[in-house]
């Protein structure tokens, strides 16, 4: 059987780098807005606050382009797993990860039909992708534009409370998802060709791993 060249479309490839350099701003800025204190800012305040605002704003703008390109074009199908034996396969999966790859064994599962990701990569992408990111935009905003649509008061307190709690423990996943993702991004058989398909679009038939 002859196996097809992988190829990933120039406007994912543009989306996901620009999505990846501003997660890392946003992630960066946070942490100072966050932690910030009196002689404890590793960068200026003011300046780390006009960057994660315009980052996050520049974020929500490319989400929204990233949306109307992903359903237009039925690119979305790719992240949707096959319901049938999904929880054996992401299993498997996990196991795959945790054990095999150190111990160098051939892949564990594909996924039936075209996609090229895996059962466990499908079920995060699709997590990260259409839950993830829309909820940390919109918390994001709400918090910038407060009070215009947050209500004045929540059980008695201040009306900001929800969104950023919502949006700092948002924050956090979104990291846990940047250091995991670029650590799985960095290990196993086809660091190569997932870095080739990320950047020039083109590999060769690599391992679902
Ligand atoms: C410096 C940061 C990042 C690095 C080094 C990186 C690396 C990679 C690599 C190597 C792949 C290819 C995986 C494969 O096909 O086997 C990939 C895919 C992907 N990454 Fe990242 N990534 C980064 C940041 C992000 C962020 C912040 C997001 C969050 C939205 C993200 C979402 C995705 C998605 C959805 C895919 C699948 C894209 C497709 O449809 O082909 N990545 N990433």
């Known amino acids: 059987m002859i196996e097809r060249v992988l190829q990933v479309p120039l406007w994912i490839r543009l989306w996901h780098a620009m999505t990846a ?36 704003i520049a974020l929500a703008i490319l989400y929204g382009i990233h949306l109307i390109l992903v359903f237009g074009s039925g690119y979305w199908r790719h992240y949707i797993p096959a319901h ?22 051939p892949r564990a599962t594909t996924s039936p039909g ?19 990111v829309p909820l940390l935009i919109v918390t994001g905003l709400l918090y910038l534009y407060y009070p215009a649509y947050v209500p004045d008061e929540v059980l008695g ?17 979104g990291t846990a998802y940047l250091i995991i993702h670029i650590y799985m991004a960095t290990v196993g058989p086809n660091v190569r060709s997932s870095l080739q398909l990320m950047t020039i679009g083109r590999a060769e038939p690599a391992q679902k791993r």
Do not use: C, M
């Not at 999904?86 to 095999?100: P, T």
């Open 21 to 56: 350099l501003l997660f890392l701003v946003l992630t960066v800025t946070g942490v100072v807005l966050h932690f910030a204190g009196p002689g404890l800012t590793p960068i200026d305040y003011t300046l780390a606050t006009k960057l994660h605002d315009v980052s996050g």
């Open 157 to 173: 307190l201040a009306g900001l409370w929800p969104v950023a709690l919502a949006h700092y423990a948002l924050g956090i996943l």
């Open 114 to 132: 075209e996609s090229r990701f895996n059962a466990l990569q499908q079920l995060t992408y699709l997590i990260v992708v259409f839950g993830l």
């Open 84 to 105: 049938q034996g999904l929880w054996s396969r992401a299993k498997a999966q996990i196991i795959f990860y945790s054990i095999g790859l150190g111990r160098d064994e």
